[in-house]
């Protein structure tokens, strides 16, 4: 069992940034795979970023690559999801998960076993 702890979100106008945090606790001695979601009201859950606790590789999807990174802090057992030239559009809750599965494979939310409680940002016009 692995705990997530999303922390970071907020209220930014258009054209900000902000730095999501995830923080794992529990069988954090086991590789994971640690993923960024976010799920807008009336949409479905989508893929934003993921990196791979070992090597490092990453993916993010195509609406944010050149905008959001992800990077990692093993010594802390923290995951980051740096966010920059926010759009409306990012508006969501932001969920931290994580998966013994790697990439490619998992940029699919129904492969990870464990999820935090997720938190919101909000990006005004």
């Known amino acids: 069992q692995v705990q997530l702890v999303e922390s970071g979100g907020g209220l930014v106008q258009a054209g900000g940034s902000l730095r999501l945090s995830c923080a794992a606790s529990g069988r954090t001695d086991i590789t994971y795979t640690m993923g960024w979601f976010r799920q807008a009201p009336g949409k479905e859950r989508e893929f934003v970023a993921a990196?791979?606790?070992?090597?490092?590789?990453?993916d993010e999807a195509d609406f944010v690559k050149g905008r959001f990174s992800v990077s990692r802090d093993n010594a802390k057992n923290t995951v980051y999801l740096q966010m920059s030239s926010l759009k409306p559009e990012d508006t969501a809750v932001y969920y931290c998960?994580?998966?013994?599965?790697?990439?490619?494979?998992?940029?699919?939310?129904?492969?990870?076993?464990?999820w935090g409680q997720g938190t919101q940002v909000t990006v005004s016009s």
């Open positions: 998960a994580a998966t013994v599965r790697a990439l490619p494979v998992a940029v699919h939310a129904y492969v990870y076993n464990f």
């Open positions: 990196i791979h606790w070992s090597d490092g590789s990453t």
